[in-house]
C-alpha cells in the first residue's frame, strides 16, 4: 500500500488522459470572459497534479502557477515547466494555506480535487487562500461532481476504467470500495492502479478520503465564507450545457466572483 495515490504522478496522468485539455482551457477561458474577464494574463491551478490546465494556460503565454501539497506532483509538473521554459512555476505547498509571489487574475480547482478539503474549516480557510490570491474582481472557477452523485441515484461517472496508450494498459479503480460516514461525511476508499507494459504487470494501492456534500451545504460555506459569490453555473466543461439535473448536465461547474 502506497501512502496516496498521487505518489503514481505519471499513472495518474495517464489515468485521466481521456480529458481534452486544450479543449477544457478554451472552456475556461470562454467561461472567464462571460463572467467579465476578458484577458486572462495571469492563473493559478490548485491541486494541479500534473498541472495539466496551469501547464495549457502557460502553453498559451499566460504566467501560471501551480499548488499541490504532493511532493511527487509538484516535482512531475516542475519538470514539465522546466523542459518547456514556461511561464510560472509549481509551488510545493498546501492549498488552504497557500501565497503567490503576485495576484493573479484567474484561479481554478479541476475534477474532484475539491472534494480532499474534508472539513467545512479546510473550505473557509481555502476561500480565504485563494481570494487573497487573485486581483479585485477575480474569478475563480471551480469543477465538482454533479450534486446528484452525492445522493447515489443515478451517478454520472464511474470508478472503474481502463486506458491504453503506447502499448501500455493502465486499469484504473477509483475507490469503487468506498464507505461513507454520515456524521464526517468523507467517503474512505482505495485507489488501485494496474499497468500492464511490456509484458509485465505492476499493481498499486493507496487509501483516498474525499468529502461529500450536498449543493446546499457548499453554497452556505461560499456565502458565509464572505469572500465568494456565484457568478455563473454550468453542466459540463462547455458554456452550453447548464447546470441542472438533465443526463448531460454531469458536472457542476461554479464560476465565483472575488467579493468586494
Ligand atoms: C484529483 S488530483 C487533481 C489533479 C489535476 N488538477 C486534475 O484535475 O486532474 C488532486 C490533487 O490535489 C492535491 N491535493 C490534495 N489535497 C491538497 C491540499 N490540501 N493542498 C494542495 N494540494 C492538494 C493532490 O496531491 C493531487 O495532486
Redesign the pocket.
Known sequence: MTK?P?EHSEL?ELA?SW?DYSKAVDFISEAAALAGLAEITSMV?????????CREFARRGVTAYG????PE?ALYAQRIYDDEKLPGHILE????S?RLEQKVDLAL?????FS??LTNR?IVDHFAAVADSLKDDGLYLL?LPHPRDAFDTDKSTRDVWEIEKDGSKLSIDWCSDATFDPITEIDKGTVRFKLEKDGAVKSYESPSDARRMGFGNLRALIDLSGRFHIAAMYGDLDVNIPFDNAKKAWRLVLVLRKSP
Open positions: 496516496s498521487y495518474y485521466f480529458r491551478e490548485l491541486g494541479c497534479g500534473p498541472g495539466q490546465y499548488v499541490d501539497s504532493s506532483m505547498t498546501d492549498m488552504r497557500f480547482c479541476m475534477m474532484a480535487t480532499h478539503l479546510d469543477e
